[in-house]
Nanobody, 124 residues
Framework: QVRLVESGGGLVQAGGSLSLSCTVS????????MGWFRQAPGKEREFVGG????????YYGDSVKGRFTISRDNAKNLLALQMNSLKPEDTAVYYC?????????????????WGQGTQVTVSS
């Protein structure tokens, strides 16, 4: 059974930092590209960032570029998202996901597996 479990969410003040983790089980992680998505109340889920299967290439949504960093450790089955200079508009539920497809990494329907999400709240 494939499981993706996010952790590390919480409440932080604007300008602060938070680190999210995603623990993966039930699949061979190096066979999958990984992504982070988020969904704020009343808004559609959006692409935050993605990373190729080896961890060589990373991709980010425009709203987080330069502030967020994605990394992965395939040996430990871990995906991470370091979030710096957080803004109130970063408040959302953050999801990690895995895809075996090789299209555009931000394409949500391509993702085979999803975590349950972790709440990030940034106060002003």
């Amino acid at each position: 059974q494939v499981r993706l479990v996010e952790s590390g969410g919480g409440l932080v003040q604007a300008g602060g930092s938070l680190s999210l983790s995603c623990t993966v089980s039930g699949l061979t992680m190096h066979d999958y590209r990984m992504g982070w998505f988020r969904q704020a109340p009343g808004k559609e889920r959006e692409f935050v960032g993605g990373i190729d299967s080896s961890g060589t290439y990373t991709y980010y949504g425009d709203s987080v570029k330069g502030r967020f960093t994605i990394s992965r450790d395939n040996a430990k089955n871990l995906l991470a998202l370091q979030m710096n200079s957080l803004k109130p508009e970063d408040t959302a539920v953050y999801y990690c996901a895995a895809t075996s497809a090789y299209g555009y990494i931000e394409t949500m329907p391509d993702y085979n597996y999803w975590g349950q999400g972790t709440q990030v709240t940034v106060s002003s």
